[in-house]
């Protein structure tokens, strides 16, 4: 349930299911899925559901692409045990299966690749070039290897010179293509990214789905039938790559069509080399299921959670929130674009963030792994893999995230959540599924569990300011107000005129109506999207190109547009420039970045945002406000790169251009999604958090003199971080543009720059709930939150709830009451890289 705070926040949001509902249908595969399924059985090798799940989803989204299957000549893929079995066709198998060419073999690596290509020791597929019409083929390899060399990957070529054939990174760092008749070699030493997706048409060389050279090529039909080779060309040169995926089609694929194949082949292939996640769609058996333990929420916490629990020796399941769509959600933001870590001491880093980093930094980026701030800042896409080989119980090589049995479902969220007496014992979601459990534990971003559970308390936005530290605490009026850029900004539709009415997004004048000095505060920080962007020529993809220019308003834009008339210098320029965006480098590269609102106040960030979304009236409503904030920052680029507004700097709109969307991330959007954007903004702020009427830590706990005793030294986690906090709303005062609602001072956990945060913290109290624990929106105030709302410290509290969890079903006691010395033990052996648990300040 929820505690109002004066702005209608309690809200019901009603379901359309569950409750004894009809059994729901089957999940069907396609049809491909169960021929391929047939023909692994022959090879003597059982496709898990897993299996059969990723391959499926491949099937599924070449069919939503407009593509026929007919034309979906071959894919080979280094899926099987033995190289023997990998030569199968999986679209079409027992046709073109693949065949050596003598009496060698390639070097093969299980679910990764083929290599060391001889002339006697590469495939041939058995396709031959007759098989393509005049200007009709697309052919996509998946290139293992970076560096370039006189090769080539596949293809076949007649004694005349006509043929199909690829050389994807000559010696010189170019791509090459035999496209029919003509040879081209691309003028640009850039465009092609070596190992990565690569594709060629007639018309197009493509990396990573994106056309990067388009030449104008002259067709003949070829006098004779070779055929195309893997691992080199027919009777001729041979590859200096190892290849992951291969795939033939005998039509020319259109721009949208090859973005949307490329990426779903690139993560299909993804799947089979880090892992495969036992999904279940939303609205499909099974009707019910019974878990020892429950984990709502699509976050890293969540992952966490469910990860310890399982590794407790507990049955366990994810239930995603409605956000979710596809499994590059699971993992919550650091899989959504917040690949950046935030942290200033990094002893407190540890766990299992920690452990994926180090896994990530071995086995994708092929760096030295460092706990530092560039060593734990990952690609999403290389997060991604790290979460699905943690749900991928095959996955047990190596010592890190080894792979757990966790399912995970889908949902269109929480219709009902049963109790009996103080304990949950039911969660019934939109869509028609009822799980109970022992235990439950509460991850989601919203706190949308602890407002469905009748009687937890909950609260939104900021409390009253107290003493001490916590006076910092309260809605401060003009107190916490700023001019974005330092400048004195007219925020009125026609400049000047207050009668003309404020610009989009300005949430009104100084003082609003409702509000008090000091008082309670309902707003939440603005939301904004953090994207995977890069200026890599062989990776990129414009904005413009995948934007649907959806309500597009320039007015939106306006204020900025006045800004930088007063401040016409403005540049992009990290770390040293930050007004416009934040771009922070990560993965191991210097030209892919996470990108994030900027310090000047007019950015990425839509003011307001926040606050509307707690406050909509229902879950639609909410999910509206998430389309809004979409179009806003998907206009936000098109506005600075594409608008010609005079008063934007030249080279700011330079910089805006070279900038693009990573083509090799958010590969799988799912329902309604954008390609190559995250499906979850970033929400800083949960709606409801949990308020305890006993325990609730404050500033004054987090921001302890370094040494001095705890009110509670039961520490399960720690957090290091300052009191960060994104303005809520654009105001007006005095007829200027202001941003409102920074925390003034600086609130920090003494000269360590470590906080603990203790188990009273996240479990309710014992006379409210005994089997609920609550790792995210925790009993803390907005403060604390401030501090503590980073996803490395909600993954060690994770782990903390998923051994409470496992402790109190042994026992048979409340979450409360578990054993403390015997939880720490526990918590302090836990993972590669263990916790730390300070119980001092």
């Known amino acids: 349930m929820s505690m109002g705070l004066g702005i209608g926040l309690g809200l019901a949001f009603g379901g359309n299911g569950g409750g004894g509902a009809a059994a729901l249908p089957d999940f069907t595969f396609q049809t491909e899925t169960l021929t391929l399924e047939t023909a692994r059985a022959g090879q003597g090798i059982t496709m898990t559901r897993r299996d059969k799940l990723a391959f499926d989803r491949l099937i599924v989204r070449v069919k939503g692409a407009g593509a026929s299957m007919s034309d979906f000549l071959a894919c080979y893929v280094p899926s099987t045990p033995t190289e023997i079995n990998s030569r199968l066709n999986i679209v079409h198998p027992g046709t073109n299966n693949l065949t050596l060419t003598g009496a060698g073999v390639p070097t093969y690596t299980a679910n990764d690749r083929w290599g060391s290509w001889l002339s006697t020791a590469k495939y041939n597929t058995g396709i031959g070039l007759q098989t393509f019409a005049q200007g009709q083929f697309t052919i996509f390899y998946y290139s293992r290897t970076a560096t370039g060399g006189s090769s080539g990957e596949f293809g076949a070529q007649t004694a005349g010179g006509d043929g199909i054939a690829a050389n994807v990174r000559d010696a010189s760092n170019k791509f090459n293509a035999r496209l029919q008749a003509a040879n081209y070699v691309s003028t640009s030493t850039t465009i092609t990214p070596g190992q990565g997706m690569h594709s060629i048409r007639p018309n197009s060389l493509d990396t990573f789905g994106i056309t990067r050279e388009a030449p104008a090529p002259t067709y003949v039909s070829p006098a004779t039938n070779p055929t195309i080779h893997l691992g080199g060309i027919n009777g001729g040169a041979l590859s200096t790559k190892d290849c992951g995926l291969f795939a033939i089609f005998k039509v020319t694929l259109t721009d949208a069509q090859t973005r949307e194949i490329s990426a779903a082949l690139l993560d299909y292939y993804y799947k089979i080399r880090f892992g495969m996640v036992d999904t279940y769609a939303a609205g499909y058996a099974p009707t019910t299921a019974d878990y020892d333990v429950l984990v709502y929420g699509a976050s890293w916490t969540a992952v966490c959670a469910a990860y310890?629990?399982?590794?407790?020796?507990?049955?366990?399941?994810?239930?995603?929130?409605?956000?979710?769509?596809?499994?590059?959600?699971?993992?919550?933001?650091?899989?959504?674009?917040?690949?950046?870590?935030?942290?200033?001491?990094?002893?407190?880093?540890?766990?299992?963030?920690?452990?994926?980093?180090?896994?990530?930094?071995?086995?994708?980026?092929?760096?030295?792994?460092?706990?530092?701030?560039?060593?734990?800042?990952?690609?999403?896409?290389?997060?991604?893999?790290?979460?699905?080989?943690?749900?991928?119980?095959?996955?047990?090589?190596?010592?890190?995230?080894?792979?757990?049995?966790?399912?995970?479902?889908?949902?269109?969220?929480?219709?009902?959540?049963?109790?009996?007496?103080?304990?949950?014992?039911?969660?019934?979601?939109?869509?028609?599924?009822?799980?109970?459990?022992?235990?439950?534990?509460?991850?989601?971003?919203?706190?949308?569990?602890?407002?469905?559970?009748?009687?937890?308390?909950?609260?939104?936005?900021?409390?009253?300011?107290?003493?001490?530290?916590?006076?910092?605490?309260?809605?401060?009026?003009?107190?916490?107000?700023?001019?974005?850029?330092?400048?004195?900004?007219?925020?009125?539709?026609?400049?000047?005129?207050?009668?003309?009415?404020?610009?989009?997004?300005?949430?009104?004048?100084?003082?609003?109506?409702?509000?008090?000095?000091?008082?309670?505060?309902?707003?939440?920080?603005?939301?904004?999207?953090?994207?995977?962007?890069?200026?890599?020529?062989?990776?990129?993809?414009?904005?413009?190109?995948?934007?649907?220019?959806?309500?597009?308003?320039?007015?939106?834009?306006?204020?900025?547009?006045?800004?930088?008339?007063?401040?016409?210098?403005?540049?992009?320029?990290?770390?040293?420039?930050?007004?416009?965006?934040?771009?922070?480098?990560?993965?191991?590269?210097?030209?892919?970045?996470d990108v994030n609102n900027g310090s000047g106040g007019l950015s990425t960030d839509l003011p307001g945002s926040g606050y509307r979304y707690a406050i909509a009236a229902n879950r639609a409503a909410q999910l509206a406000v998430i389309d809004d904030l979409r179009d806003y920052q998907l206009g936000w680029f098109w506005w600075h790169a594409n608008s010609g507004d005079s008063r934007i700097p030249s080279t700011l709109v330079t910089q805006f251009q070279g900038f693009g969307l990573d083509a090799g991330t958010f590969l799988d959007p799912g329902p309604g999604g954008l390609l190559f954007w995250p499906n979850r903004p970033y929400q800083r702020d949960p709606i409801w958090r949990l308020k305890n009427t006993g325990y609730v830590s404050t500033a004054q706990d987090y921001c302890k003199t370094d040494g001095s005793a705890l009110r509670s030294d039961k520490t399960v986690a720690v957090t290091s971080y300052d009191c960060d906090k994104h303005p809520p709303w654009k105001v007006v005062s005095g007829g200027l543009l202001y941003t409102q609602g920074s925390v003034p001072g600086s609130l920090v956990a003494g000269a360590d720059k470590m906080a603990p945060v203790p188990l009273e913290e996240i479990v309710p109290d014992v006379a409210t709930k005994t089997n609920v624990i609550v790792p995210w929106a925790s009993s803390q105030t907005i403060l604390c939150w401030y501090m503590g709302r980073l996803e490395p410290t909600g993954g060690l509290k994770g782990e903390a709830a998923g051994v409470i969890a496992s402790m109190a079903i042994d026992g048979n006691v409340e979450v409360q009451n578990v054993d403390y010395s015997t939880l720490r033990t526990k918590l302090l052996a836990r993972d590669i890289n263990h916790p730390v648990l300070p119980q001092v300040a």
Not at 473 to 498: E, L, R
Not at 545 to 562: K, Q, V
């Open 308 to 593: 310890a629990a399982k590794q407790e020796g507990k049955t366990v399941a994810i239930v995603l929130d409605d956000i979710a769509k596809t499994d590059w959600d699971i993992g919550g933001m650091p899989a959504s674009g917040l690949a950046y870590v935030d942290c200033y001491n990094f002893t407190a880093l540890k766990g299992l963030y920690r452990d994926l980093a180090q896994w990530a930094n071995a086995t994708i980026i092929n760096r030295a792994d460092t706990n530092t701030q560039t060593g734990n800042s990952l690609e999403s896409w290389q997060f991604v893999q790290g979460v699905r080989r943690m749900l991928d119980p095959t996955r047990t090589n190596g010592t890190l995230i080894l792979g757990q049995d966790i399912p995970v479902y889908f949902s269109t969220g929480i219709a009902s959540i049963t109790s009996v007496g103080l304990k949950d014992t039911a969660l019934t979601t939109n869509d028609g599924r009822t799980f109970t459990a022992r235990l439950f534990i509460a991850a989601d971003y919203d706190g949308e569990y602890l407002h469905k559970s009748a009687g937890i308390p909950t609260t939104t936005g900021s409390e009253a300011a107290g003493s001490g530290s916590e006076a910092n605490n309260g809605y401060k009026g003009s107190g916490s107000i700023s001019k974005p850029y330092g400048s004195d900004i007219d925020p009125y539709v026609t400049a000047g005129n207050s009668g003309s009415g404020l610009l989009p997004d300005i949430q009104g004048t100084l003082p609003l109506p409702g509000l008090t000095v000091d008082g309670v505060d309902p707003s939440i920080e603005s939301m904004n999207y953090r994207l995977a962007m890069t200026t890599d020529p062989a990776r990129l993809v414009p904005v413009t190109t995948m934007d649907p220019h959806r309500n597009y308003n320039s007015m939106r834009y306006e204020t900025a547009g006045r800004a930088y008339v007063l401040n016409p210098g403005v540049t992009i320029g990290n770390p040293a420039i930050t007004t416009t965006i934040l771009q922070f480098a990560v993965g191991g590269s210097t030209n892919k970045m």
